[in-house]
T-cell receptor, first 113, second 109 residues
Framework: DAGVIQSPRHEVTEMGQEVTLRCKPISGHNSLFWYRQTMMRGLELLIYFNNNVPIDDSGMPEDRFSAKMPNASFSTLKIQPSEPRDSAVYFC???????????FGPGTRLTVL | QKEVEQNSGPLSVPEGAIASLNCTYS??????FFWYRQYSGKSPELIMF????GDKEDGRFTAQLNKASQYVSLLIRDSQPSDSATYLCAFSNTGKLIFGQGTTLQVKP
């Protein structure tokens, strides 16, 4: 079975550019989570969806970040405009039900120059 | 106070020894606890979860939970060099997981 799929795996962009990260959760999972990981701050939850509805976006750092989940099999995380401090690894994870174990995708390593 | 506290390490053990990883949490209402392993440059991988007080064993791994002390631990028996990784503990809170910073384990041959 396919796990969580993320694209692109690596992204290098210049400050001010728009960046879109994509995620396909495991089929049948109804919760989806976006995380950011840095050495300094560790693994931070940015936003999560349940049944395609955003439940908690309190971790989204600022208005430059937005996330959507138009259907059960696809989600995007967009940064516009991007800044060097956004450089991190962004993970998407999915879960079959609330409060159950989450399964992580391979991550997108974002570098903003 | 951080919601989840872990010693960042590194914790160094010789091959074949027992590695003990510890985690404390602040939310007394937490019901579910998880241990993830993360190799360098890879994504977190679930290795154990525990819901009830006591021990839960899975192969070489044992998770221990003490809700009264707000403490969860992971024991790795017969440690192997391939166990060298960062171990993240997490607890569930209103549908999301709160992660600790992780403990780096080094198993020396």
């Amino acid at each position: 079975d396919a796990g969580v799929i993320q694209s692109p795996r690596h992204e290098v962009t210049e400050m001010g550019q728009e960046v879109t990260l994509r995620c396909k959760p495991i089929s049948g999972h109804n919760s989806l989570f976006w995380y950011r990981q840095t050495m300094m701050r560790g693994l931070e939850l940015l936003i999560y969806f349940n049944n395609n509805v955003p439940i908690d976006d309190s971790g989204m750092p600022e208005d430059r970040f937005s996330a959507k989940m138009p259907n059960a099999s696809f989600s995007t995380l967009k940064i516009q405009p991007s800044e060097p401090r956004d450089s991190a690894v962004y993970f998407c994870a999915s879960s079959p039900t609330w409060a159950n174990e989450q399964f992580f995708g391979p991550g997108t390593r974002l570098t903003v120059l | 106070q951080k919601e989840v506290e872990q010693n960042s390490g590194p914790l160094s053990v010789p091959e074949g020894a027992i590695a003990s990883l510890n985690c404390t949490y602040s939310d007394r209402g937490s019901q579910s606890f998880f241990w993830y392993r993360q190799y360098s440059g890879k994504s977190p991988e679930l290795i154990m979860f525990i819901y009830s007080n006591g021990d839960k064993e899975d192969g070489r791994f044992t998770a221990q939970l003490n809700k009264a002390s707000q403490y969860v631990s992971l024991l790795i028996r017969d440690s192997q060099p391939s166990d060298s990784a960062t171990y993240l503990c997490a607890f569930s809170n209103t549908g999301k997981l709160i992660f600790g910073q992780g403990t780096t384990l080094q198993v020396k041959p």
